[in-house]
């Protein structure tokens, strides 16, 4: 049995064809996501520095309340970038939106009222 090769098409062409939902590396790190998880990793440190005492702040009360923002916000961001609300409908989207900014708030409420 012969096969015949074309000179012209790669392996990883054939295999991009066949596999058109498969992303390079290249365009892995390029991708919104990449962008998200980033930010995400840099927010849970900068938090982690906040909460472990480094002197960043010089109030604990506004380490606390800085943590407790960063913290609403990367839930926001995981929210529309990994369980990929960006994309859903409208009301959806306004209501993880206005979850977010209400349970934020009200956290915060109750953190400086006690």
Do not use: Q
């Not at 392996?11 to 290249?26: G, K, Y």
């Not at 996501?33 to 472990?52: M, N």
């Not at 506004?62 to 995981?78: Q, Y």
């Amino acid at each position: 049995m012969e096969t015949s090769t074309d000179s012209t098409t790669s392996a990883a062409e054939n295999f991009n064809a066949t596999h058109p939902d498969i992303r390079t590396p290249a365009e892995l790190l390029r991708s919104s996501a990449s962008a998200v998880w980033l930010f995400l990793v840099i927010a849970t440190v900068v938090s982690w520095a906040l909460g472990t005492d480094h002197g960043f702040v010089d109030s604990v009360r506004t380490a606390s309340l800085i943590v407790l923002v960063v913290a609403f916000v990367k839930v926001r961001f995981v929210g529309l970038y990994f369980m990929e609300l960006k994309d859903a409908p409208l009301p959806l989207r306004v209501l993880i939106e206005v979850y977010c900014l209400v349970v934020c708030c009200l956290t915060i409420g109750f953190y400086l009222a006690g």
